[in-house]
């Protein structure tokens, strides 16, 4: 039973990997805080404290404090990713974020054009994300995302272009009474990079790199603290299918303060637990801690922080 559960984790890390998961943006595919990471990532459906907007812009328009978080990731081979957010309701019936996002690699050895060692250098993506959303009716919202990309990448230790361009996700959200939520978004729909390598080759010239779009459709199931989210998404380069990524994720609350996670998501396996305590209300504050496995044998660990108030 042990050995084709490792077979069937190491299958669909495989199958989930091909095609698309080296494409542009895939910093912005993987989950982002240490509770929706230990979780799979699949929260199209689930509301996410570290980081309202990032997988479902609809959420915001449900928001009745205005929620803080920052998260920080340490992958295998030297890369990181890290994201900061604040998310606030917009009275009556809306809700707007922002949000900034990094990632990159460290530690890459330069070399010179004759194959010298030269200085170190590092990879850097980032995204400024501004988010909206609008209650339609009490039961359903609908969201946005606007995302500036900015992408650098050095060539040597002297030489180094940049690529940069803009973004859109869409949600939907509806709360099918107290038990179940369904989400659905459009992410990246129109998001790229814009590169002109000019000054760096001979025959260089514009080139765009599109991120591929992806159609999520989730959902949760909440009952005596225990919560089941999952999503599937439908990966396209914008006009063809490409592959179908499914998500799904538990987690279990004690007392209203300790919380036990586990799930199977973007090609990664993953547990993680979390400590929700008063700071100066009750239930201000949350610390998570998620460690993910992924087909490759890479390890990530993820340590976030929200504080709503």
């Keep these: 039973m042990k050995q084709t559960f490792i077979h069937l984790f190491f299958f669909l890390a495989i199958l989930e990997g091909q095609d698309w998961a080296g494409q542009s943006g895939g910093f912005l595919r993987m989950g982002m805080t240490a509770r929706s990471t230990a979780m799979g990532g699949g929260f199209t459906a689930e509301l996410d404290n570290s980081f309202v907007t990032f997988h479902n812009p609809a959420w915001a328009a449900f928001l009745t404090r ?120 459009v992410q990246d729909f129109t998001s790229s990079y814009q590169w002109d390598t000019n000054a760096i080759f001979t025959q260089g010239g514009p080139y765009k790199d599109d991120f591929p779009t992806i159609y999520r459709l989730g959902s949760r199931f909440n009952n005596k603290g225990l919560k089941v989210i999952g999503d599937i998404g439908l990966i396209t380069n914008h006009s063809n299918y490409v592959s179908i990524l499914p998500r799904v994720g538990v987690e279990y609350g004690l007392l209203d303060k300790y919380y036990f996670r586990g799930g199977y998501g973007n090609a990664r396996l993953a547990f993680g637990v979390g400590y929700g305590y008063g700071l100066f209300k009750d239930n201000d504050s949350s610390i998570d801690y998620s460690f993910s496995l992924d087909g490759a044998v890479q390890t990530g660990h993820t340590i976030s922080y929200a504080f709503n108030f």
């Design 66 to 185: 205005k929620h803080v978080g920052s998260s920080y990731t340490n992958l295998s081979l030297d890369r990181r990713l890290a994201a900061t957010s604040i998310s606030m309701s917009l009275p009556p019936t809306a809700g707007v974020g922002i949000s900034w996002i990094s990632a990159g690699v460290t530690d890459i050895q330069g070399r010179t054009s004759a194959g010298e060692k030269s200085s170190m250098m590092q990879t850097s993506e980032n995204t400024i994300m501004i988010s909206f959303a609008q209650r339609i009716q009490p039961w359903f919202s609908v969201g946005a995302n606007f995302k500036i990309l900015k992408y650098d990448l050095p060539i040597t230790s002297s030489d180094q272009i940049s690529g940069s361009g803009i973004g859109f996700d869409l949600g939907f959200l509806i709360k099918s009474g107290e038990y179940m939520t369904f989400g659905f978004v």
